[in-house]
């Protein structure tokens, strides 16, 4: 069974730094994309950063400059570092695993907020 365990998250204020993250089991983590989603409160969940099983990375704009997504696939995480953070990063961050044949899932999600 797959497992996708977040941590990470926090409290922290704005211009701050977190480092998220996600610890695969279940799957065989270096053949997976992985990406990272977030969902604020009353909207819908969106994608923040994916980095393929090749390494190939993509972000939002929003965030471009800001976070990097990266994997260690020794240790079967991934991790998203976040750096100078706006109040508008505030979300429940999932972390999301996809592979065109065996399937996807996601992650139990931890709480990032940001605020003074």
Known sequence: QVQLVE???GLVQ????????????G???????MSWYCQ?????RE??????SGG????????????????DNAKNTVYLQMNRLTPEDT?????YANHAVFGSAWGQGTQVTVSS
């Not at 979300?91 to 972390?95: G, R, S």
């Open 40 to 44: 604020a409160p009353g909207k819908q």
């Open 56 to 71: 190939t990375t993509n972000y939002v704009d929003s965030v471009k400059g800001r976070f990097t997504i990266s994997r």
């Open 91 to 95: 979300a429940v961050y999932y972390c």
């Open 14 to 25: 704005p211009g701050g730094s977190l480092r998220l993250s996600c610890a695969a089991s």
């Open 47 to 52: 994608l923040v950063a994916t980095i393929t």
């Open 27 to 33: 799957l065989i983590f270096r053949i997976y994309d």
């Open 7 to 9: 941590s990470g998250g």
